[in-house]
């Protein structure tokens, strides 16, 4: 067993001894693997959707806090990610991944929800509230990809994601964080394999040749209370995705640029986070 994947078993293994459901379900023909804590709050279902080269597991700091507020935390580990089988492989990956979020969603939760997205998870969010409103009660935009970028742009962020070796996979990591965490770096050359997973390859390239993004029309159509957070010290996404959602996003959502998140606060700041995850839905009502 590769170090990696022993501390992915050994996180698992600590939740499920906390009392988080660790289920494998067969989902539009693929093996998904998902978590599920029942909470204590009368808030509805918190779903947490991971980003490009994530997992369920990233969320794992911020479960329980959310499960004295919220009725049920789900988060899924999206095809190719986590333990969930390889299933991600030429043109239309990226709409797979989609088609089996809802899928899973709709199998899984099965009612409306506070769907929160991180980066790619974030743009299948607000995919899966503009397709099926009926089942996002709110969303919560973590440093969500998905804005339609200038060529070039757009072709550096895919670049970075091209990570062939130890020192390429250490710069990438910092990126990920407001000030990166000193095991990730020294453990820099096993990080690399979480960046070069065939899903990873395979979503960049299909990402790269469709151009595929969010258009104004889709965020538009956000009828649901939203909130974006932004991190301060967001180094991977380019600082024109924050103003493409800004020009785009509906009048009613909420924008807030937060002061030490990185690109993944749920990791590297989770009690900020779920304190203005909670704040937001107090003050929508959920």
């Known amino acids: ?9 050994m996180t698992r293994q600590m939740l499920v001894a906390r009392g988080v459901r660790s289920t494998v379900r067969t989902v539009a023909g693929q093996s998904v693997h998902s978590y599920e804590l029942k909470g204590q709050g009368k808030g509805p279902p918190v779903v947490l959707v991971h980003g490009l080269g994530g997992s369920a597991n990233g969320f794992s700091r911020v479960m329980f806090p959310l499960g004295r507020r919220f009725s049920r935390v789900l988060a899924m580990d999206l095809p190719g990610h986590g333990f969930s089988t390889e299933f991600c492989a030429g043109p239309g990956c990226v709409r797979g991944q989609f088609d089996t979020l809802r899928a899973w969603f709709e199998q899984v939760a099965g009612e409306p929800a506070f769907v929160v997205g991180n980066s790619l998870g974030g ?3 607000v995919n899966l509230a503009a397709e099926v409103p009926g089942l996002v009660r709110a969303l919560g935009l973590v440093a969500p ?12 962020l895919l670049s970075s994601f091209a990570v062939e070796t130890t020192e390429e996979a250490r710069a990438l990591t910092r990126r990920l964080f407001h000030k990166a965490p000193l095991p990730l770096l020294l453990l820099s050359s096993e990080m690399r394999k979480f960046y070069a997973t065939p899903a990873v390859q395979a979503l960049t390239a299909d990402a790269r040749a469709t151009r595929a993004s969010l258009t104004p029309e889709v965020l538009q159509r956000l009828t649901m209370p939203v909130l974006l957070l932004w ?3 967001e180094r991977l996404l380019p600082s024109e995705t924050l103003d493409y ?7 009613h959502a909420q924008v807030q640029v937060v002061k030490g998140f990185g690109h993944v606060p749920q990791m590297e700041r989770p009690d900020e986070l779920v304190a203005r995850l909670v704040g937001f839905a107090d003050k929508a009502g959920l």
């Open 145 to 156: 990809a998905g804005a339609a970028l200038p060529q070039e742009t757009f072709d550096a």
């Open 231 to 233: 991190g301060g010290s």
């Open 245 to 251: 959602f800004r020009a785009h996003l509906p009048p």
């Open 1 to 9: 067993m590769d170090l990696m994947g022993g501390v992915q078993k």
């Open 123 to 125: 743009a299948m969010a």
